[in-house]
């Protein structure tokens, strides 16, 4: 049984229909006004799924890396590929033929709802609200098809996954019925809470006009007011400022301002905000517990749109989790008002901040002083690390968005071709790296140049063209990090970068991309856009560039402060060194502080355990992890654990690390091949290996212990293989 | 008697998803579990790999190999009902002339090895069967060539 309508539904079809169209079904049967409804039952879900050898797909998918070492990013790949698996899949035609006609049949031409109902969603333990996709106002057999392939596909969401392997749940077991229902294109809807969560003996409701995917997305800022439980007597009434409004439009919906006269006044009089709570109070008679109801009027009928229990606090429940993973989700405008804080305030504010810190006299600070400057700058480095993880890793969503709707609209056979738009002309390690690639060619092209960089002459070398070149770079980029390691001489370790990459022929600084296929210009992408749509692309592939952008360059703003730190901690370390010769260098940074703030102090510096010398009797011979950066590259291997590693890699060799740091791009372009240990197709390193066109392998667990610098490795950016050919000896 | 035993081999290859392929590394036997599929007139086993694997090199240098499918169940009753087939001959590259229509058959019954088979870095190859060798029933032995 592939449909079955709501009215039909009984309670040994829970299992079949999911819990919000098993909910409706019982609001139905209590004569609540729900609007006509069909339930897409779970065996068509499964039948689609083994028909078309999606199950095993999925399976194959799922099980690429172990999820608990997969990184959010490396989930947001998993979910990205399986919702491309199911675009792409043709429903089977039993399948195809029974829904068909089964939905025609019965809503025609009119406008739907298109809802997730999973098995287990929305009971009294545990709610899965915001985690499963619904779309509305979806017209038509074809659109509402594609809409359901869409709401199965996002059983497998980044968020869903993580929230269920949260819970315990079986992964492998989860099956997703639909809700098709009719769409009221409601004047003012809102959400109606049994029982307020602050206080059990109030109830609560929030209301927007027009529709309220915006009040559920947290877009439009809801009316609310609180009511007391026993009789529905009004206690208090917020005002929203009320400036957007969710409309229908002719596919979908949009966010509009609202009518000025509108904003003036609530969205819902007394007598309306009665009939919700009553409304409130039948389903919560119908299911014997307390209810969270989304409700709708349309002129003077108040519709029930679903309903579900609230949902009791279980201590095993990860709260932060759930909202950590619906932050990553963003909608567009949501992103958009997000990029105008990031770009607007955020970004100047790092760049500030740094360059005030930059400019400070810490020699002149005593050591006092020294020690709160520390302090300061660890706070302020602190503050921005949460900025990042709160706007930039969230903003990060924008071109993940960009992504899907771009393979929703073509449906590509590679669910990353996406990217290829959103190359930007310039990115800060780029364009280090080309400035880097243009002091070489001049000591590649001159003998000279090059033998006094050998003698160590950096700074005297005679060569206007060079030394306007180095002026220029130290200028811009005179804060990488990597540069003023403890004791070293910066321009030293720059002289060796320089001389190893005019060892590289100029060609080899730019590969292209490999790709055989034909890819799509921004014209052609945006012509497969009705003029309706058109600007909405447009919007869209401009914040995904900005994102794509973004996910390089945050980290060197972020970067750029956490140097000015290190710098105030580093010359506290150095003052340190006559009082504690042999150990200042060991000290941790409060052991620097403390000794800064008090003469008499003596660190106590811990031991390190002894690391086992015993040699393995067992090697890795072929790893796994995700095919980054297309083609094969074998070389030997060079680990970097410390930043000194980056100053001896050669060209050719196989670049293995924890992470490619945007810090340390500037040897990507020496590299026959990338590994690394931190996983994702879209994270700085996979980025920077395909704009060199060099084969990248990420997300190998342990990669920077089980490859040995020396071992010859070949990288297989088509499978995600490094194989480890011959061991040193 | 040949028909049937034909079947026999027909059914234990269409029955399992994996076979134990081994190949020769030098002079040491080497083996791998490996997904294939086996033509109708089981003239031919269809196997996929890529290229920077041992599997791969020993072919290369040795192209004969012998190649394992069996139906255990892992308990006592395999004495008894398990049917183990091996096949002798020699693997190559499938030719690009018949690439297309091997492809198909190979992912007709592994679907979801779509992305691997696909990749610049893997490689079909085609063991062209000689003989197959039967074992049932615990200690019964029957051979055929093909």
Same mark, same amino acid.
């Given at each position: 049984?592939?449909?079955?309508?709501?009215?039909?539904?009984?309670?040994?079809?829970?299992?079949?229909?999911?819990?919000?169209?098993?909910?409706?079904?019982?609001?139905?049967?209590?004569?609540?006004?729900?609007?006509?409804?069909?339930?897409?039952?779970?065996?068509?879900?499964?039948?689609?799924?083994?028909?078309?050898?999606?199950?095993?797909?999925?399976?194959?998918?799922?099980?690429?890396?172990?999820?608990?070492?997969?990184?959010?990013?490396?989930?947001? =790949?998993?979910?990205?590929?399986?919702?491309?698996?199911? %675009? $792409?899949?043709?429903?089977? /035609?039993? !399948?195809? +033929? #029974?829904?068909?006609?089964?939905?025609?049949?019965?809503?025609?031409?009119?406008?739907?709802?298109?809802?997730?109902?999973?098995?287990?969603?929305?009971?009294?333990?545990?709610?899965?609200?915001?985690?499963?996709?619904?779309?509305?106002?979806?017209?038509?057999?074809?659109?509402?098809?594609?809409?359901?392939?869409?709401?199965?596909?996002?059983?497998?969401?980044?968020?869903?996954?993580?929230?269920?392997?949260?819970?315990?749940?079986?992964?492998?077991?989860?099956?997703?019925?639909?809700?098709?229902?009719?769409?009221?294109?409601?004047?003012?809807?809102?959400?109606?809470?049994?029982?307020?969560?602050?206080?059990?003996?109030?109830?609560?409701?929030?209301?927007?006009?027009?529709?309220?995917?915006?009040?559920? =997305?947290?877009?439009?800022?809801?009316?609310?007011?609180? %009511? $007391?439980?026993?009789?529905? /007597?009004? !206690?208090? +009434? #917020?005002?929203?400022?009320?400036?957007?409004?969710?409309?229908?439009?002719?596919?979908?919906?949009?966010?509009?301002?609202?009518?000025?006269?509108?904003?003036?006044?609530?969205?819902?009089?007394?007598?309306?905000?009665?009939?919700?709570?009553?409304?409130?109070?039948?389903?919560?008679?119908?299911?014997?517990?307390?209810?969270?109801?989304?409700?709708?009027?349309?002129?003077?009928?108040?519709?029930?749109?679903?309903?579900?229990?609230?949902?009791?606090?279980?201590?095993?429940?990860?709260?932060?989790?759930?909202?950590?993973?619906?932050?990553?989700?963003?909608?567009?405008?949501?992103?958009?008002?997000?990029?105008?804080?990031?770009?607007?305030?955020?970004?100047?504010?790092?760049?500030?901040?740094?360059?005030?810190?930059?400019?400070?006299?810490?020699?002149?600070?005593?050591?006092?002083?020294?020690?709160?400057?520390?302090?300061?700058?660890?706070?302020?480095?602190?503050?921005?690390?949460?900025?990042?993880?709160?706007?930039?890793?969230?903003?990060?969503?924008?071109?993940?968005?960009?992504?899907?709707?771009?393979?929703?609209?073509?449906?590509?056979?590679?669910?990353?071709?996406?990217?290829?738009?959103?190359?930007?002309?310039?990115?800060?390690?780029?364009?280090?790296?080309?400035?880097?690639?243009?002091?070489?060619?001049?000591?590649?092209?001159?003998?000279?140049?090059?033998?006094?960089?050998?003698?160590?002459?950096?700074?005297?070398?005679?060569?206007?063209?060079?030394?306007?070149?180095?002026?220029?770079?130290?200028?811009?980029?005179?804060?990488?990090?990597?540069?003023?390691?403890?004791?070293?001489?910066?321009?030293?370790?720059?002289?060796?970068?320089?001389?190893?990459?005019?060892?590289?022929?100029?060609?080899?600084?730019?590969?292209?991309?490999?790709?055989?296929?034909?890819?799509?210009?921004?014209?052609?992408?945006?012509?497969?856009?009705?003029?309706?749509?058109?600007?909405?692309?447009?919007?869209?592939?401009?914040?995904?560039?900005?994102?794509?952008?973004?996910?390089?360059?945050?980290?060197?703003?972020?970067?750029?402060?956490?140097?000015?730190?290190?710098?105030?901690?580093?010359?506290?370390?150095?003052?340190?060194?006559?009082?504690?010769?042999?150990?200042?260098?060991?000290?941790?940074?409060?052991?620097?502080?403390?000794?800064?703030?008090?003469?008499?102090?003596?660190?106590?510096?811990?031991?390190?355990?002894?690391?086992?010398?015993?040699?393995?009797?067992?090697?890795?011979?072929?790893?796994?992890?995700?095919?980054?950066?297309?083609?094969?590259?074998?070389?030997?291997?060079?680990?970097?654990?410390?930043?000194?590693?980056?100053?001896?890699?050669?060209?050719?060799?196989?670049?293995?690390?924890?992470?490619?740091?945007?810090?340390?791009?500037?040897?990507?372009?020496?590299?026959?091949?990338?590994?690394?240990?931190?996983?994702?197709?879209?994270?700085?390193?996979?980025?920077?290996?395909?704009?060199?066109?060099?084969?990248?392998?990420?997300?190998?667990?342990?990669?920077?212990?089980?490859?040995?610098?020396?071992?010859?490795?070949?990288?297989?950016?088509?499978?995600?293989?490094?194989?480890?050919?011959?061991?040193?000896? | 008697?040949?028909?049937?035993?034909?079947?026999?081999?027909?059914?234990?290859?269409?029955?399992?998803?994996?076979?134990?392929?081994?190949?020769?590394?030098?002079?040491?036997?080497?083996?791998?579990?490996?997904?294939?599929?086996?033509?109708?007139?089981?003239?031919?086993?269809?196997?996929?790999?890529?290229?920077?694997?041992?599997?791969?090199?020993?072919?290369?240098?040795?192209?004969?190999?012998?190649?394992?499918?069996?139906?255990?169940?892992?308990?006592?009753?395999?004495?008894?009902?398990?049917?183990?087939?091996?096949?002798?001959?020699?693997?190559?590259?499938?030719?690009?002339?018949?690439?297309?229509?091997?492809?198909?058959?190979?992912?007709?019954?592994?679907?979801?090895?779509?992305?691997?088979?696909?990749?610049?870095?893997?490689?079909?190859?085609?063991?062209?069967?000689?003989?197959?060798?039967?074992?049932?029933?615990?200690?019964?032995?029957?051979?055929?060539?093909?």
């Amino acid at each position: 049984m592939f449909i079955l309508p709501v009215e039909e539904v009984r309670e040994n079809h829970r299992l079949l229909v999911g819990g919000k169209g098993f909910a409706l079904a019982l609001l139905w049967a209590r004569d609540l006004n729900v609007p006509k409804a069909v339930c897409l039952t779970v065996e068509a879900y499964r039948t689609f799924l083994v028909q078309t050898g999606l199950d095993k797909k999925i399976l194959m998918e799922i099980h690429r890396k172990s999820l608990d070492n997969a990184r959010w990013e490396e989930m947001w =790949d998993t979910a990205l590929r399986i919702r491309n698996l199911f %675009l $792409r899949a043709k429903f089977p /035609k039993r !399948l195809e +033929h #029974a829904l068909r006609e089964g939905i025609d049949d019965f809503f025609h031409e009119t406008p739907v709802a298109v809802r997730s109902s999973a098995l287990g969603e929305d009971s009294a333990q545990v709610s899965f609200a915001g985690i499963h996709e619904s779309y509305v106002n979806i017209t038509g057999i074809e659109n509402i098809l594609k809409y359901v392939k869409l709401v199965w596909a996002s059983l497998w969401s980044d968020a869903a996954i993580l929230y269920r392997k949260e819970l315990g749940l079986d992964l492998e077991r989860s099956v997703m019925a639909v809700v098709i229902q009719e769409f009221v294109p409601g004047d003012c809807s809102g959400v109606f809470f049994g029982k307020n969560p602050m206080d059990g003996a109030q109830s609560v409701v929030e209301a927007v006009y027009g529709l309220n995917q915006g009040l559920v =997305d947290g877009t439009v800022e809801p009316d609310r007011w609180i %009511l $007391r439980r026993t009789d529905g /007597k009004v !206690l208090s +009434h #917020a005002s929203a400022l009320r400036t957007k409004v969710i409309r229908p439009t002719q596919k979908g919906v949009s966010l509009v301002k609202i009518d000025p006269k509108k904003s003036q006044v609530a969205p819902l009089s007394q007598k309306r905000v009665q009939a919700v709570f009553i409304l409130g109070q039948k389903a919560e008679e119908s299911f014997g517990r307390p209810q969270d109801v989304e409700w709708t009027f349309r002129n003077m009928t108040l519709y029930t749109l679903q309903s579900r229990p609230i949902t009791t606090d279980r201590e095993d429940q990860p709260k932060d989790e759930k909202s950590w993973y619906l932050s990553l989700r963003r909608s567009l405008t949501n992103l958009h008002e997000l990029r105008i804080r990031i770009e607007k305030h955020s970004i100047p504010r790092m760049i500030r901040e740094s360059e005030t810190m930059a400019k400070q006299d810490l020699l002149g600070l005593s050591d006092k002083k020294l020690a709160g400057e520390i302090q300061r700058r660890k706070k302020i480095f602190a503050y921005w690390v949460d900025v990042y993880w709160k706007e930039f890793i969230p903003f990060a969503h924008g071109f993940r968005l960009f992504g899907q709707v771009y393979n929703d609209k073509i449906h590509p056979e590679d669910p990353y071709e996406f990217v290829e738009l959103l190359r930007p002309k310039s990115m800060f390690s780029l364009d280090r790296n080309r400035m880097l690639q243009d002091m070489a060619a001049l000591i590649k092209l001159d003998k000279k140049l090059a033998q006094k960089m050998r003698n160590g002459l950096l700074e005297d070398v005679k060569h206007p063209e060079f030394e306007k070149l180095l002026k220029k770079f130290m200028g811009e980029y005179a804060n990488l990090q990597i540069f003023y390691e403890l004791d070293s001489a910066p321009l030293e370790r720059l002289s060796v970068l320089l001389l190893e990459l005019a060892n590289t022929s100029l060609s080899e600084h730019k590969k292209k991309p490999c790709t055989a296929r034909k890819l799509m210009s921004p014209e052609q992408f945006l012509s497969k856009f009705n003029k309706e749509e058109r600007d909405y692309a447009r919007g869209l592939l401009d914040l995904g560039k900005f994102s794509y952008r973004l996910r390089d360059d945050d980290n060197i703003y972020l970067g750029n402060i956490e140097r000015q730190m290190n710098r105030a901690i580093l010359e506290g370390r150095k003052r340190l060194k006559p009082r504690f010769p042999s150990r200042y260098l060991k000290f941790s940074d409060k052991q620097i502080l403390n000794s800064l703030r008090d003469i008499k102090y003596n660190p106590v510096v811990e031991r390190s355990k002894r690391k086992q010398t015993q040699r393995p009797t067992w090697q890795a011979r072929q790893l796994k992890g995700q095919p980054a950066g297309k083609g094969l590259a074998t070389g030997f291997a060079h680990v970097i654990s410390e930043d000194a590693d980056l100053f001896e890699f050669k060209k050719g060799e196989i670049l293995v690390c924890d992470a490619v740091d945007p810090n340390m791009t500037f040897v990507v372009p020496l590299a026959g091949g990338i590994v690394e240990r931190r996983g994702g197709m879209l994270i700085h390193g996979a980025i920077i290996a395909r704009e060199y066109g060099i084969p990248c392998v990420t997300g190998i667990a342990d990669a920077t212990e089980l490859i040995k610098t020396g071992d010859s490795v070949t990288v297989d950016g088509f499978l995600g293989l490094v194989i480890i050919e011959h061991r040193k000896k | 008697m040949s028909q049937e035993l034909k079947k026999l081999v027909q059914r234990t290859l269409e029955s399992q998803h994996l076979g134990v392929l081994a190949t020769l590394d030098k002079k040491n036997p080497y083996e791998n579990l490996v997904a294939f599929v086996s033509t109708k007139d089981l003239k031919n086993i269809i196997f996929s790999t890529a290229v920077y694997t041992r599997k791969y090199a020993n072919l290369r240098a040795f192209p004969h190999v012998s190649f394992l499918v069996d139906t255990r169940s892992n308990s006592e009753k395999d004495f008894h009902e398990c049917v183990a087939v091996t096949a002798l001959g020699k693997a190559r590259e499938v030719r690009k002339e018949e690439q297309e229509k091997i492809l198909h058959l190979y992912l007709k019954k592994h679907p979801y090895l779509e992305d691997f088979v696909k990749s610049p870095s893997c490689r079909l190859l085609n063991i062209q069967v000689k003989k197959y060798i039967i074992v049932s029933e615990f200690q019964k032995v029957l051979e055929f060539s093909v």
